[in-house]
């Protein structure tokens, strides 16, 4: 695997899979030390943020048909089948990143800017771990809570999502009141570098709204529980406004883009992109992109109302029309995300999957219709419709941010191709015409190449409900390996199918169809 960072042993706690005695010994003794400092801990840290959420995201993609193959090996079809490849690890790579590559290590940045009062970093520390957990629960469901790190065992509890809800609500109000108080020495240096935070190089203040947003999203999860209406939508409006004020607040993890391994996660230097098994546009967002947000999408298009089009996707040089893939097929005449291989033997990148470019872990625009989609279901539109608008302006500038950087030669999204766009038969002209599919068919257009988690929750949540998603690509069930779409991916397959298989059983998860189950953010009763 390709890393930024070279693990260091000499921070390195024994896995939580393997629990191995000798390790710990070594990491006893005095020439391995514990007592570490956050600032040699923070960017390895943060770069796992983007790496692990990457790799799991090429599954993601291919429930929410984001990204899929242009590959003839039928396997490759497994995760578009909505099942999964047996005794493989292929889908585990965030309970490797909470568990492993953050793990420890994370514990012990937090002890230090407590111990130390190094403040930021512990809060750092804390917002990334709330981070951590809201995705890995999102991702597998229930997974281990209370009994992570836990040197002394060799099996390991889960805990439903409800109670990782909480714990993540609780350590996002630790990250809360250690950015309020104010370190004895100052660490702006270090924090403001590539070897510091690269995500917001120090800066509390976007810290402070990231945990916002964090608050938001999870709430958002929770469409189907009865107190959302009366409770949990006022909540999202309020974290919400509390989060990001414009795209200058985007979360995104910084890339120098010099080489393989400081190049952005979804960039063709980076390398995971460049199989064909993950990188072709799906249908919905061609066609959300071409007059399927209120109408029917036009074929074969070579242009479009939407501005975005031609900044997010790339068209086939054969005849410069807009295709893209569907759910099990060999898509091969579909564009590459990543161009085409130039004369230096380079694919160019293309939007967001560029060498140098940020991967973004949350946007203003995800936020603004998080908000929208709060306020419509609790019957406030005016309120729903703002949100909506704004977020369609904020993605705008955030494709021109990314679609012009690095001499792309893309030209910018003009105020006047914004205001045609807004004035088109896709967009609803008042209040009163939003409908909440409106809303989510801009947001899978905003989530589109990054935001595969939030995306899948979204289609969960609605039960995979083509009203909802008008461009989704409804398959038959005997197109899907368990006959049923998935809710949950499996946990890690070496660590928990072979070291902790006793507490799987207790879950279902040794049914082949656990996939299948509902998460609990799902379900209507709380």
């Known amino acids: 695997m390709k890393t930024k960072y070279l693990w260091i042993s000499a921070f390195c706690i024994a896995s939580l899979f393997s629990s ?9 003794n005095p020439s391995y030390p514990q007592d570490v400092k956050a600032e040699l801990l923070i960017a390895p840290i943060i770069y796992q943020m983007a790496n692990g959420y990457m790799q799991d995201s090429r599954m993601m993609n291919k429930f929410t048909q984001n990204l899929l193959g242009a590959s003839t090996d039928l396997s490759s079809f497994i995760w578009e089948r909505h099942g999964y490849p047996v005794e493989s690890d292929v889908g585990g790579v965030m309970w490797r990143m909470v568990y492993y590559d953050h793990g420890h290590n994370l514990r012990l940045m937090i002890e230090d800017g407590i111990k130390n009062e190094k403040y930021e970093y512990a809060a750092i520390g804390y917002a990334i771990k709330a981070w951590g957990y809201q995705m890995l629960t999102d991702y597998h469901g229930p997974v281990i809570l209370d009994d992570a790190l836990n040197q002394d065992l060799l099996k390991f509890t889960y805990q439903e999502q409800d109670e990782v809800y909480a714990k993540v609500r609780e350590w996002c109000d630790s990250s809360l009141f250690y950015l309020a108080k104010e370190s004895p020495l100052n660490y702006s240096a270090n924090l ?9 190089r120090g800066n509390k203040d976007r810290w402070r709204k990231f945990i916002y947003g964090l608050k938001a999203m999870q709430y ?7 107190a959302y209406k009366t409770n949990y939508a006022d909540s999202i409006i309020k974290y919400v406004d509390l989060s990001f004020a414009s795209t200058a607040d985007d979360a ?20 995971f992109y460049t199989s064909v098994y993950y990188n072709r546009a799906g249908l919905p967002v061609l066609r959300y992109l071409t007059g399927g947000l209120r109408g029917d999408p036009i074929e074969d298009s070579k242009e479009s109302i939407d501005p975005r089009l031609s900044r997010m996707l790339n068209f086939r040089p054969l005849d410069s029309i807009y295709v893209a893939g569907t759910p099990l097929v060999s898509n091969t005449t579909v564009p590459n995300i990543l161009g085409v291989i130039n004369v230096n033997n380079e694919y160019p990148g293309k939007y967001i999957f560029k060498k140098a470019q940020d ?3 949350m946007t203003y625009a995800q936020l603004q219709l998080i908000k929208a989609e709060a306020a419509f279901i609790k019957d406030d539109k005016a309120t729903a419709y703002e949100a909506y608008i704004r977020a369609i302006a904020g993605h705008m500038d955030f494709v021109n941010k990314y679609a012009q950087a690095g001499n792309s030669g893309e030209t910018a999204i003009t105020q006047a191709d914004v205001t045609a766009y807004l004035s088109s038969d896709e967009i609803p002209q008042t209040a ?10 801009q947001k899978y257009i905003v989530q589109w190449g990054y935001g595969a988690l939030e995306q899948w929750s979204d289609i969960r949540k609605y039960n995979y409900d083509p009203l909802v998603f008008r461009q989704f690509v409804q398959l038959q069930a005997s197109q899907l ?11 890690r397959y070496n660590s928990e199918f072979i070291w902790n298989s006793a507490e799987l059983e207790k879950w279902g998860g040794l049914e082949p169809d656990y996939v299948t189950k509902p998460v609990w953010f799902v379900l209507s009763d709380n």
């Open 192 to 200: 403001n570098s590539v070897k510091g935070d690269n995500l917001y």
């Open 359 to 361: 991967f973004p872990i």
């Open 220 to 226: 958002g999860r929770l469409v189907n529980k009865a």
């Open 252 to 271: 995104g993890v910084k890339f120098a883009g010099t080489n393989s391994s400081n190049s952005n996660v979804v960039s063709a230097e980076f390398g």
């Open 432 to 441: 009163a015409d939003l409908t909440l599919a409106d809303i989510m068919g």
């Open 481 to 491: 390996e368990y006959q049923k779409y998935s809710y949950r991916v499996r946990p």
């Open 20 to 28: 191995c005695k000798k390790y710990l010994d070594i990491n006893t």
